[in-house]
């Protein structure tokens, strides 16, 4: 069994940072691409930004330049380092992670952390 666990979630002043973490645990071979995912009240669920195992990174246009994924493949744990952050970023920000188990692989979602960006 898979987990993905998230921590690192909070209130925030606008202007200001978080770092959030995901960290996979359970019966893993492999780690494909892992991500970050957000989904603000009444908005489908979007892309911030993904990073492959090669360490290919992919960022949606609203965070460019203000967000920074990496991972540790040792840890099996992604991170995102959330810089100048503003109203528009608060949201439930989910990690997900392609993942190969031994029954093959799959999509694997965290439960979420939540971002409030307000003063």
């Known amino acids: 069994q898979v987990q993905l666990v998230e921590s690192g979630g909070g209130l925030v002043q606008p202007g200001g940072s978080l770092r959030l973490s995901c960290a996979a645990s359970g019966s893993i071979f492999s780690i494909n691409a892992m991500g970050w995912y957000r989904q603000a009240p009444g908005k489908e669920r979007e892309l911030v930004a993904d990073?492959?195992?090669?360490?290919?990174?992919n960022y949606s246009d609203s965070v460019k330049g203000r967000f920074t994924i990496s991972r540790d493949n040792a840890k099996n744990t992604v991170y995102l380092q959330m810089n100048s952050l503003n109203p528009e970023d608060t949201a439930v920000y989910y990690c997900?992670?392609?993942?190969?188990?031994?029954?093959?692989?799959?999509?694997?979602w965290g439960q979420g952390t939540q971002v409030t960006v307000s003063s």
């Open positions: 990073i492959t195992s090669g360490g290919v990174t």
């Open positions: 997900n992670a392609d993942i190969t188990v031994w029954a093959g692989t799959s999509d694997y």
